[in-house]
């Protein structure tokens, strides 16, 4: 896949052509409402863009994960949101193929904007089927991607209509991409990964691939008691993970053998109780109580982690340091948090965070917007990070 091949949106002629936009609305929903509208608020200024340069806009997406039709998975509050929040009248579709589509784009204006119902209405969205795909392309003359958080899937919606009109790559698909790549591909070094989080598992192809690319690697989380644990240190009670000492101790090698440095914490926050208020102590990782767990960096770990980002101008990360959801295990995370956000707000450093937790975590410490680029692309992310191609990506970059 060669990246350079994305062609943006921003450089075609759109003028009265019918544009399937390939949206992410699928946003939080609870009692016929959308709970957090900043997925959609992100994504009207590209469709206003195009209102406005005369194309006949057409949003697809998924919602849910509907296993058929039914009232509970209709993307018509959302897309009444959508209205809303771009202050201007958006049509909707009952569904986003046939005649009842069809319809409604006709009756479209040059600069108008329709909504078609879920694509997962429809069997043949995820298994990419031909005959969907086809349906689909019927009603469009150009295809746009701007659903980077929908990459990994090759769905008829994400990557099948890619190959049946032009496909061009949307204002936040290039953004996502760019930033990835000023922080993997292109980086000003150093670099560093911070990679944490509950378990070393989930996220072995994470840590070789990035492993290969960064200078340094800090790992948190309970994926660091894994790394100390297989190094010979008693970790009392913390969440750990024997079966992967092995993996642990493979990746410590390598590293020691290219030249990477691997920073884990040397103290930490413990606690004999994983709960709000419960009472912790600061041990040295070589201290740990028999009865207690550790949920975060100590003060003596944050304070080299502070060293080791200073001499950084690039930094990515994935997953919390600590159990940051409850307090004080969330000290860590935020203090390193609200100096990734100074040093970049600075301009000394390009960071680039993504992951639920990770976005939580940033939000909770209030530094979100500072930071150079966050993704809430979660899976995609996550499969980037691994070094993997994404189909929809792939699609568009032929
Ligand atoms: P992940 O989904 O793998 O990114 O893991 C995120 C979760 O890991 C968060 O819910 C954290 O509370 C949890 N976590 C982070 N550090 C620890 C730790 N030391 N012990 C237990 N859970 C942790």
Redesign the pocket.
């Known amino acids: 896949m060669n990246l350079d091949k994305l062609k943006p949106i921003s450089a075609a002629d759109v003028k009265g052509k019918r544009v399937i936009v390939r949206a992410d609305l699928n946003v939080p929903f609870k009692d016929g409402k959308v709970t957090d509208t900043s997925r959609l608020a992100r994504l009207v200024p590209g469709l206003k863009d195009l209102s406005a340069r005369g194309a006949k806009v057409i949003v697809m997406s998924h919602f849910g994960r509907p296993k058929e039709r039914n009232p509970k998975d209709s993307l018509k509050p959302v897309a009444d949101t959508l209205a809303s929040l771009a202050g201007m009248p958006i049509a909707f579709a009952d569904d986003c193929v046939g005649e009842v589509a069809a319809n409604a784009i006709a009756a479209l204006p040059d600069g108008g904007i329709v909504v078609l119902e879920n694509t997962r209405f429809h069997t043949g969205e995820e298994v990419n089927r031909p005959r969907l795909v086809e349906a689909m392309a019927a009603l469009g003359d150009i295809y746009v991607n701007d659903a980077f958080s929908a990459a990994h899937r090759a769905h008829a919606s994400t990557e099948g209509l890619a190959h049946l009109l032009p496909a061009y790559a949307g204002p936040l698909m290039m953004e996502e991409i760019n930033a990835l790549k000023s922080a993997l591909e292109v980086p000003k070094r150093p670099t560093a990964a911070i990679v944490?989080?509950?378990?070393v598992s989930?996220?072995i192809p994470v840590l070789e691939n990035l492993l290969a690319k960064v200078d340094k690697l800090i790992i948190?989380?309970?994926?660091?008691?894994t790394f100390l644990q297989a190094q010979g240190v008693n970790v009392g009670k913390?969440?750990s993970e024997p079966d992967f000492h092995k993996t642990a101790l493979e990746i410590i090698a390598k590293a020691k053998a290219t030249g990477r440095e691997i920073v884990l914490p040397v103290d930490?926050v413990v606690a004999t109780e994983?709960k709000a208020g419960a009472t912790s102590q600061v041990v040295d990782v070589n201290a740990v109580p028999a009865d207690a767990?550790?949920?975060?960096f100590g003060p003596k770990s944050i304070a080299h982690l502070a060293q080791v980002i200073d001499a950084c101008r690039t930094v990515l990360w994935?997953?919390?340091?600590?159990?940051?959801?409850?307090a004080p295990?969330g000290e860590g995370?935020f203090a390193l948090a609200r100096q990734v956000a100074a040093m970049s707000k600075a301009g000394r450093l390009v960071s680039v965070a993504g992951?639920?937790?990770?976005v939580a975590a940033l939000n909770a410490a209030g530094v979100a917007a500072d930071f150079t680029y966050v993704s809430t692309a979660g899976g995609a992310f996550l499969e980037w990070l691994e070094g993997r191609e994404l189909p929809g990506v792939a699609a568009l970059a032929r």
Not at 293 to 296: A, R, T, V
Not at 318 to 326: D, H, K, S, T, W
Not at 355 to 358: F, N, V, Y
């Open positions: 944490g989080g509950a378990k989930t996220k948190g989380g309970g994926m660091a008691n913390s969440l930490g994983f767990m550790i949920l975060d994935n997953g919390p340091l600590g159990a940051f959801e409850i295990f995370t992951g639920g937790d990770t």
